[in-house]
């Protein structure tokens, strides 16, 4: 007989809730491997007694052959003494206080329950809230750790016998799955004002007809109707006032998802995978599904991620309905989105016909994420469901931190050791409801992460409802500027602690000189940092309202360009504009009342757009720049040019040759946006080339909202890396607002 050797090993990595156990457990089987498995707060444990052979043909398995919504981190082993034991069996948790155990995201249906959920003969046969450990609701119903049902709002329902057995069978696929349930014993779906048995059934008959149906998902309601009804989408278009901003839609399945858009492997992937988001797909049809995305050459897309939402499309098949379903969060505007049926007998009243809810609450609010794939990686607009509350590394631990975020986008961020946990995207700051939202969602990540912060790092804004907030909380305020935690946000993920070169190109923040910054280039070192060129300065007449009134951004820069002849030089331009409220904006630019000077890149895009004959007005944010990056079909073309030079000691990104070549006109839409996305990148390629032979630096981080533009993303990933630049991005937060919480907290935690 072989001599045995016992070995302890350490997993590190995603490896709770996510049935890991019980796949040690069949491994060990298959390997003749003795011993136990066990959740400690450091990760899985496990003594694992057989022959040299097996031994390694196991350690090597639990990498390769590891479930596929765990991530492993590290395997660790030690020798330790054989112990001559067979039987290898799961131990209860070592410890109870598993404050620093992963609670996993929230995960789309797998395919193994999709699989039963389609099956006649199967017990769970379309029952919406059927789930595995490798998929089903997670952080929308975990109240407090351990994450067993106890502590999750599925302690509601008491499992039957048959869901019993196989929660406690460590060989079946919902061993410990703790939102295991069945028609027998677990939630269910009902429709207001419907008393029969087939609840989808009958909303997807009102679907069908042309009704707005509210559909209970998994971290909040979400308003649906078919996506080519012009009168039901208008309806809903005009109760949330969003005559033009994207809607996402959910299609049945690929073969519906390529009907309308063309999909690389790698965005069939993301769509796919278990986060499920929304991804952002070219339309292969030009104008497709107009009444979604007017305007845009873009969809966001969802495949059906929760078993309820295959039923509702198998039940609108079963009526001969195939289109795609507009699915979008059930709320005004951009208030947080409603988890709970009385918000359609209130503020959300008369915009559904019925509302397809369920009894299995939501605890932990928590929208749809949306994604994009750029240069083989998936890139985040908007990250919550599927995302949170995952932990994002850092290069080194410190102090707990709070981020608290910014105005747009609102999320915050709380570090715990070297993690940084970004919250559920809350949604605007300005609307009065985010803030019970924020401080409700933060007292409770708080305390599922045992994260009590000391310090608060926030904007520089005195006005960011966020950092009110943080200011209310009693903690130490550390303020870090708005461009610098965008890029301090790409810093943090990427881990880089050397001196870069940081292009935080978005909207608007506020610099330390009271000016609108918003086309920033800095140099970094750690928590230091530098302006060293921006953008050239023009007025922002009316601050924010010029972010809505574009066509005051066009006359600021026009102004700028060709002084006091500027409407001889733009006759055509001038034109467009009302000659009132022009002579108003042109005085407000010559006094600088209630007209800062601003440096945006986003503005400068709003600038170009109207001149070149977009609109005047917009009605959501960037909409402008994002229907100008649409026109020019993905690709970039010479011609315009900045001039780059180094005035006061910063290096000056000057748009003028740009704005008199778009003001001379004559060229068609798509090739004036061509011409200036190439524009803006070799106008930061030329001067962050010049700080590159200044300082000897070659590595770029690129963030700011304005990088959520794919065609200048990718131009600038490509571009710089081909000059001879390490080039790094966000890949885990997004790189607009919604990412600034995590660059807050790290330049704060770099500096304690
Ligand atoms: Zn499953
Ligand atoms: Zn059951
Ligand atoms: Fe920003």
């Known amino acids: 007989m072989q001599r045995k050797i016992r070995k302890k090993i350490t997993v590190t990595g995603i490896v709770q809730g996510v049935g890991f156990r019980p796949f040690i457990y069949r491994v060990a089987g298959e390997n003749g491997v003795s011993g136990w498995v066990s959740n400690t707060s450091g990760g899985v444990v496990i003594e694992a007694e057989a022959s040299a052979a097996a031994l390694e043909k196991f350690i090597a398995e639990i990498t390769s052959a590891a479930p596929p919504q765990s991530r492993v981190d590290s395997v660790s082993t030690e020798d330790i003494v054989p112990q001559g034991l067979s039987g290898f069996e799961i131990r209860q948790s070592l410890s109870r206080a598993e404050n620093s155990a992963i609670i996993p995201a929230d995960l789309a249906v797998c395919g193994d329950c999709a699989r039963e959920l389609a099956d006649p003969a199967d017990r769970r046969y379309d029952y919406p809230f059927i789930n595995c450990t490798n998929c089903g609701p997670r952080f929308t119903i975990v109240k407090t750790l351990p994450y067993d049902r106890a502590s999750t709002t599925m302690s509601a329902f008491r499992l039957c016998p048959d869901c019993k057995a196989e929660f406690e069978d460590p060989s079946n696929r919902r061993f410990h799955a703790q939102p295991n349930a069945c028609p027998v014993c677990g939630p269910g779906a009902r429709l207001d004002g419907y008393a029969g048995p087939r609840p989808l059934a009958e909303a997807a008959r009102l679907l069908a007809g042309g009704s707005i ?205 070297a993690e940084a946990f970004l919250s559920q995207h809350i949604g605007e700051m ?105 953008l050239r300065s023009a007025r922002l007449p009316g601050g924010d309202a010029a972010a809505v009134e574009i066509w005051r951004m066009g006359l600021s820069w026009l102004r700028e360009v060709f002084g006091e002849n500027w409407r001889d030089k733009a006759p055509q331009i001038f034109a467009r504009m009302e000659p009132a409220p022009a002579e108003t904006v042109e005085k407000m630019v010559l006094s600088g009342f209630n007209s800062p000077h601003t440096t945006s890149m986003g503005r400068l895009f709003d600038a170009v757009s109207f001149i070149c004959g977009g609109p005047a007005v917009v009605t959501y944010e960037a909409q402008a720049a994002m229907e100008f990056e649409a026109a020019a079909l993905a690709r970039a073309e010479g011609g315009w040019r900045f001039d780059v030079y180094k005035e006061g000691g910063l290096w000056i990104m000057d748009p003028a040759p740009v704005i008199r070549a778009a003001a001379a006109g004559g060229l068609a839409a798509g090739s004036a946006s061509r011409k200036f996305h190439s524009a803006v990148y070799r106008a930061a390629l030329a001067a962050a080339t010049g700080i590159s032979a200044e300082t000897g630096i070659k590595k770029i981080s690129l963030s700011g909202g304005v990088f959520q533009n794919a065609l200048l993303l990718k131009l600038f990933e490509e571009g710089f890396a081909r000059a001879g630049f390490a080039v790094y991005s966000n890949l885990q937060a997004p790189s607009n607002d919604g990412g600034l919480a995590l660059g807050q907290a790290w330049a704060a935690l770099k500096t304690l």
């Open 213 to 417: 149906v509210a559909v209970k998902s998994l971290g909040g309601f979400q308003f649906a109707c078919g996506a080519l009804d012009n009168e039901a989408v208008g309806r809903l278009r005009a109760a949330k006032r969003r005559p033009f901003k994207p809607l996402a839609v959910m299609m049945a399945d690929m073969e519906t998802v390529r009907r309308y858009c063309a999909v690389s492997e790698e965005e069939e992937r993301l769509l796919r995978s278990a986060p499920a988001p929304a991804v952002m797909l070219k339309k292969s049809v030009p104008g497709a599904l107009p009444l979604a995305a007017p305007g845009l050459d873009t969809l966001g897309v969802m495949l059906p991620y929760t078993p309820l939402h295959r039923v509702l499309f198998s039940e609108l098949a079963a009526l001969g309905f195939n289109e795609p379903l507009v699915m979008t969060s059930a709320n005004l505007r951009d208030e947080p989105i409603a988890i709970s049926a009385e918000s359609f007998a209130g503020g959300l009243s008369g915009i559904a016909a019925a509302v397809l809810d369920h009894n299995r609450e939501i605890h932990n609010r928590c929208d749809d994420s949306v994604a994009f794939c750029s240069a083989g990686k998936t890139r985040l607009v908007r990250r919550a469901r599927g995302w949170v509350p995952g932990g994002i590394k850092l290069p080194r631990g410190g102090p707990c931190v709070l981020g608290a975020g910014g105005q747009m986008k609102g999320a915050f961020c709380l570090t715990r050791g």
């Open 430 to 534: 300005d609307e009065p409801e985010s803030d019970n939202f924020y401080r409700e969602s933060l007292a409770k990540l708080s305390a599922l992460l045992g994260a009590r912060p000391e310090t608060a790092a926030c904007d520089l804004h005195p006005d960011y409802a966020a950092t009110r907030i943080a200011k209310s909380l009693g903690l130490k305020i550390a303020e870090v500027q708005h461009h610098f935690a965008h890029i301090a946000s790409v810093l943090a993920e990427h881990g880089l602690e050397e001196p870069a070169i940081g292009i935080a190109f978005d909207g608007s923040g506020l610099g330390p000189d009271k000016t609108v910054w918003g086309g920033e280039i800095l140099l970094t070192d750690g928590a230091k940092w530098e302006r060293a060129g921006s």
